[in-house]
């Protein structure tokens, strides 16, 4: 699985599309969308290049790339920043998974980091562009 599960820009509640971790800055200067990037068990190299991307606090980074998080959440700035603690059931093993969720909510963007955790949150992006008059609401309703 790659590190970037996925990297979309919206506006006005509709998916315009994919988008390079270096063409995000751009993006983020328009005023009627956002950028939703999810990653999965990402390197420090690529924290560090999403960190410059969306102007995320040192402290927050650190915390994303090391797993064992308690649950929280801080504000860093116009940023919030959520960790959440999950449960997935391997119904082949018949035992629960534990994994973490790391969100960063910006005005114009979520970053979500995923540790320990095999299950995508592609059936949340999914409902959430079924529903543009709510998306249209930006990363507050993704959260």
Same mark, same amino acid.
């Given at each position: 699985?790659? /590190?970037?599960?996925?990297?979309?820009?919206? =506006?006005?509640?509709?998916?315009?599309?994919?988008?390079?971790?270096?063409?995000?800055?751009?993006?983020?200067?328009?005023?009627?969308?956002?950028?939703?990037?999810?990653?999965?068990?990402?390197?420090?190299?690529?924290?560090?290049?999403?960190?410059?991307?969306?102007?995320?606090?040192?402290?927050?980074?650190?915390?994303?790339? *090391?797993?064992?998080?308690?649950?929280?959440?801080?504000?860093? &700035?116009?940023?919030?920043?959520?960790?959440?603690?999950?449960?997935?059931? /391997?119904?082949?093993?018949?035992?629960?998974?534990? &994994?973490?969720?790391?969100?960063?909510?910006? %005005?114009?963007?979520?970053?979500?980091?995923?540790?320990?955790? =095999?299950? =995508?949150?592609?059936?949340? *992006?999914?409902?959430?562009?079924?529903?543009?008059?709510?998306? =249209?609401?930006? %990363?507050?309703?993704?959260?």
């Amino acid at each position: 699985m790659s /590190e970037i599960v996925n990297c979309v820009a919206y =506006s006005a509640g509709r998916r315009v599309g994919d988008v390079a971790i270096e063409d995000i800055s751009p993006i983020l200067q328009q005023t009627d969308g956002f950028i939703w990037i999810g990653l999965h068990e990402p390197k420090e190299d690529l924290l560090h290049q999403v960190q410059q991307a969306f102007g995320l606090h040192d402290l927050a980074i650190e915390d994303a790339h *090391r797993a064992h998080q308690r649950p929280k959440l801080e504000r860093y &700035g116009d940023c919030l920043f959520v960790v959440l603690h999950i449960a997935e059931l /391997e119904r082949d093993l018949r035992r629960l998974q534990f &994994g973490e969720t790391h969100l960063f909510i910006g %005005p114009r963007y979520v970053v979500s980091v995923r540790h320990r955790s =095999s299950l =995508s949150y592609a059936e949340v *992006r999914a409902r959430c562009e079924a529903m543009p008059q709510l998306l =249209s609401q930006g %990363p507050g309703f993704v959260l």
